[in-house]
Every structure is written in structure tokens, then in C-alpha cells.
């Protein structure tokens, strides 16, 4: 069959076209393909960075042994710290003048890896009173249909519902009948009346009981619920009340237990060693007066059960060395300059301490700088946190302890100051590494000191999480109202927070305690320290 010229060339031409447009489509296929990629690798850019984002939070919130310098302060404007899941929300600030942990790096690690379970849904229900609410069926109903006979009871369904009563305010008043003589005879002369005595109480010339009080501070310095608050609570329970009256009730609640406070860093200033650190409230100065900076701070002892809060007009050494003028040992804190001169103003011969967490919080910073040598010191400063943990699961005595200390842990110093020694040259004077190895070698002496005392910690990190509870509750005050309040606010969180460690009720000391602090023999003043109140007052307490 012989096919036409102008036929092939037709059909030369069409294929020619269909080649055209495959190709066309192909290159458009091509660009989009291109530019898909192009979106996955940005997509892929922002997911890497909010998942750094995200692994730099919980780092910070608590996936290492460093504490952010800062963390705990209270209410500055210039710090950001995301609230806790316990912490309440802010909603308005409070301007009366009444207030104005990181885990072991290793054992976090640990937990990591092995996936620690969490902890089951369950309500524990023992410590509620119980009352038994019977519902019976009818006597009339209680018989067999098929016989007519009485039905016996053979069991019995309990189900438990968890009530919640309100609670509620109540006048008491307190009524002493007056003795004397009748109308007839007080004419010819002159008895001195008789009545009854009042119970103790806890402020003079105070509408408040003692459980009230215990309740308002409570709720202010453990719950962090301000005044203005708890204003509106009590208007709703049918007080009406002013914030000022509360206030005034604060302070003199504070001024009333300031001698145990008082006792209970006399205490932790008696120790071998003590643990201090520090963070800044702002201060109203009065009216017409710019607010300042004003520091609460903080001190533990690893051998007494209680924590110590002393408010201060600023951060001078003087200040400090007045607070703790009768202690003689071994001070750990984070290497401010101000803890060495106030020490120097004390005695001689006080040592200072370093802080090892710190130290890891500096190289983790350091991390994406140079994560090799950051991963290497890090993992050299985990070492020292399992002797600790070796010691602690021994359950090692003061001397023991700093046995193993010389035998496990010197030998790892050693190394982490010669290799910051070694690659300090490395890194640029502005890089974060350079700043970690610079702390490290300017803090070396105060980083060893734990090897020469057996009771010393590696790490400041019981301060820090002393002043976390304060830093719970940062959104809801922003400044103390004064000099007198911020004290005021010091003696409060002494006793309540020393009340947590021994396990002991807030609000059961408080109204136990306001009562008895008016008449306890100062001689005695011991007794109502929380530790000491819970083995000889609680169960009295309980029973009242």
C-alpha cells in the first residue's frame, strides 16, 4: 500500500506535536516536583528548629541538673518563666503591704532512657472522715411475691461519692458574766468585780481567731491567692471585709512568729555547712518614691529540717554578713562576689563552696557551639552525680562520705580541669564555651571544696528549689508593699515552707502555734519549731 507524502508528512507533523506537548507537560511536572521539594526542606528547616525550641524548654523546665541563673526570681519584669502546672494563672497584681530543681543530671538522663512510668490516676481517699447515709428499701417491700414471707438481708452494695462542704464563717461570741455586788449593798461599799478569763489570743485586739488567721496566711503564702481575692471569698461566705484590715491581720500574724523564724536561723547558722542564694523583688518605697530593687534570700542546712527566707534592702555584703553574723563554716552558693565579702566581714577561715550544677548549666548552654566538648565535660561532671548517688543509696556517714568523695571523685576533677585547661584556647573569649571554662577555672577552688567536707553538696540546687514555691506564686504579687512587709512575707515562708519538710499541716501549726506563741515561755521557744511541734503538739492539735 503506498502511502501519500502528504500523509507522512501530516503525520510527522502531529507526532512532532504530541512530542512538543509531553515535553511541556513534563517540564511543568518537573518544576513542580522542584518546587514541592522545596517547601518539604523549609517545612523540614522550621520542624528542626521547634523541635530545638522545644529540646532547649525542657532542658531548662527541668531535663538536667543546671539551674537557670535567674530562676526563682520574683516578678522582675525582665524575666520570663513559663508558669507550672500547678501554678494559677495571673490575672491582676497585688500592691498590699503585707507580701509584697533541677534533678540529679544523671538520674534524668536515666529516667529518660528507661521511661519512667507515670504515676497511676488513682484518688487516695484515708485521710476523709467517713458518714454512712443508708438507703434501705421499705419495710412493705421486703417480702417474697411467691410466698408472702419476709425477706432477709443476704448483702449489702457500698459505693463512696467524694462531697465537698463549703465552707463557712461563724461569729463566736464570747460572753463573761460580771460578779459583784447587788444594787443595795454597792451603795455602801466597794467589791471588784468578778468575771472569767478570756482563752488566750492570738493577736490582741483582734476580731480574727487563730484558724482564721491560719487560714489567710495559707492561702496567701502557700496558695498564692492575694488579698483582694480572698476579700471576694469572704464576701461571698457574708463578710464584708477590706484588704487592708486582712493586711494588717498579715503582719501582725507575722510579727507574732517572728521568734521562731528568728530560732530557726539561728539554727541554720550553727551548722557546718550552709547553702545561701538570692533573688530580687522590687520594693514599694513609699508615696512619691520610686519602687527599688529589694533581694529575698534564702538558706538551707543540710543537717536541720528547715529552710530560712530574710528579706533585705539590696544586695551589699553588709547586708548579707548582718543576716548571718554568727556563722562559722563552709558557705555553698553560686559564686557571686558578694557571699565571698560578706563571709571576709564575718570571721576568717570561712570556705566557699561552688556549685557543680551551675556548671553543667554553663557547658549545656555551650552545646550547640561546640557539642563534642560540651558533651565531654557533661558527661564527666554525670560522674560526680553517681559517687553522690553511690553514697546515698550506702547511706554513708559524714567521713565515709568524703572517703569516697577522695577516691572517686578527685581523680574526675581532675580531669574536667585539665581539659578545660587544654581547649580553652580553641573558642572565641565571646563564645558561651569559653565562658563555661572560664567559670570553671575561676571557681576551681570553690568547686573542690565539697572533697574536704563530708556533709557539703556538689550543687546549690536545695536553695533553688527553696525559692521555687516563692516563684509559684510571682503573678500574683509583683512587689512587696514595703520594707515591713517583705519581712513580714520572709517570716511566713520560713515557717511554711520548714512546715513542708516536716511533714507537718500549715494550717493546723499556724492556728495551734498563733495561741501558744503569746504564752510559751521564750526559754522554750524550741518547741515550736515545725519539726519539734509535730512530735509534741500535732496530736493535741487534732484532738481541739
Known amino acids: 500500500m503506498c502511502v501519500s507524502p502528504v500523509a507522512l508528512q501530516l503525520e510527522n507533523e502531529s507526532l512532532k506535536a504530541q512530542l512538543v506537548a509531553r515535553d511541556r507537560l513534563i517540564g511543568e511536572r518537573d518544576a513542580a516536583i522542584a518546587d514541592r521539594d522545596t517547601q518539604i526542606k523549609k517545612l ?7 523541635q530545638q525550641a522545644v529540646k532547649d524548654l525542657l532542658a531548662r523546665r527541668g531535663g538536667g541538673c543546671g539551674i537557670p541563673e535567674r530562676q526563682g526570681v520574683l516578678f522582675p519584669e525582665s524575666v520570663l518563666q513559663t508558669p507550672s502546672p500547678e501554678a494559677p494563672a495571673a490575672d491582676a497584681t497585688e500592691a498590699d503591704d503585707g507580701t509584697g530543681e533541677e534533678v540529679n543530671v544523671t538520674r534524668a538522663a536515666k529516667d529518660k532512657k528507661a521511661g519512667t512510668p507515670r504515676k497511676p490516676r488513682v484518688m487516695d481517699t484515708t485521710g476523709l472522715p467517713r458518714e454512712d447515709r443508708l438507703h434501705d428499701v421499705p419495710e412493705c417491700k421486703r417480702i417474697d411475691p411467691t410466698t408472702g414471707k419476709p425477706l432477709v438481708q ?6 463512696e461519692e467524694v462531697d465537698y462542704r463549703r465552707a463557712k464563717l461563724v461569729v463566736i461570741r464570747h460572753r463573761q458574766p ?6 443595795e449593798e454597792k451603795k455602801q461599799r466597794d467589791v471588784a468585780p468578778v468575771m472569767a478569763e478570756l482563752p488566750p489570743r492570738p493577736l490582741e485586739n483582734c476580731a480574727a481567731s487563730a484558724n482564721l488567721l491560719a487560714q489567710l496566711l495559707a492561702q496567701k503564702f502557700a496558695d498564692h491567692l492575694p488579698l483582694y481575692r480572698q476579700e471576694a471569698i469572704f464576701a461571698r461566705a457574708g463578710l464584708r471585709i477590706s484588704r487592708q484590715t486582712l493586711c494588717d491581720w498579715a503582719l501582725g500574724a507575722a510579727e507574732a512568729l517572728k521568734p521562731i523564724a528568728q530560732r530557726l536561723l539561728h539554727y541554720v547558722c550553727s551548722g557546718v555547712v550552709m547553702q545561701l542564694d538570692d533573688t530580687p523583688v522590687m520594693c514599694q518605697a513609699g508615696r512619691g518614691q520610686p519602687n527599688f530593687q ?3 534570700w534564702t538558706f ?15 544586695r551589699a555584703s553588709q ?3 548582718d543576716e548571718i553574723r554568727g556563722f562559722r563554716g563552709m558557705l555553698v552558693g553560686d559564686g557571686y562576689s558578694g557571699n565571698r565579702a560578706a563571709a571576709d566581714k564575718i570571721a576568717d577561715g570561712i570556705a566557699m563552696g561552688g556549685c557543680w550544677a551551675h556548671v553543667n548549666r554553663k557547658f549545656r548552654d555551650a552545646e550547640k557551639e561546640a557539642p ?3 558533651k565531654l565535660i557533661r558527661d564527666e561532671i554525670a560522674k560526680l552525680y553517681e559517687v553522690e548517688r553511690e553514697a546515698d543509696e550506702q547511706k554513708l ?6 572517703a569516697l568523695r577522695r577516691q572517686k571523685s578527685r581523680p574526675i576533677l581532675s580531669i574536667i580541669f585539665s581539659r578545660t585547661r587544654r581547649l580553652r584556647s580553641q573558642f572565641s573569649d565571646k563564645g558561651l564555651m569559653a565562658k563555661a571554662m572560664d567559670y570553671v577555672r575561676n571557681s576551681r577552688k570553690e568547686l573542690r571544696q565539697f572533697l574536704r567536707e563530708g556533709l557539703a553538696p556538689i550543687d546549690n540546687n536545695a536553695c533553688e528549689r527553696a525559692i521555687r514555691p516563692v516563684a509559684i506564686g510571682r503573678n500574683n504579687w509583683l512587689f512587696a508593699g514595703s520594707m515591713r512587709g517583705g519581712r513580714a512575707a520572709a517570716v511566713i515562708y520560713t515557717l511554711i515552707e520548714s512546715c513542708k519538710l516536716a511533714g507537718v499541716d500549715i494550717v493546723s501549726y499556724f492556728a495551734d502555734v498563733l495561741v501558744r506563741v503569746a504564752t510559751h515561755p521564750t526559754s522554750h521557744i524550741d518547741d515550736l519549731l515545725p519539726a519539734n511541734w509535730a512530735v509534741k503538739f500535732s496530736a493535741v492539735s487534732a484532738l481541739v
Open 294 to 296: 529589694a533581694y529575698l
Open 44 to 50: 523540614a528547616g522550621d520542624i528542626a528548629v521547634l
Open 154 to 159: 443476704t448483702g449489702e452494695k457500698v459505693f
Open 319 to 321: 547586708l548579707l554578713a
Open 178 to 183: 460580771i460578779y459583784g455586788l447587788p444594787p
Open 397 to 402: 556517714d559524714r567521713e565515709a562520705r568524703m
Open 372 to 374: 563534642g566538648t560540651a
Open 300 to 314: 538551707v542546712n543540710p543537717q536541720v529540717k528547715a529552710v530560712v527566707y530574710r528579706f533585705t534592702a539590696g
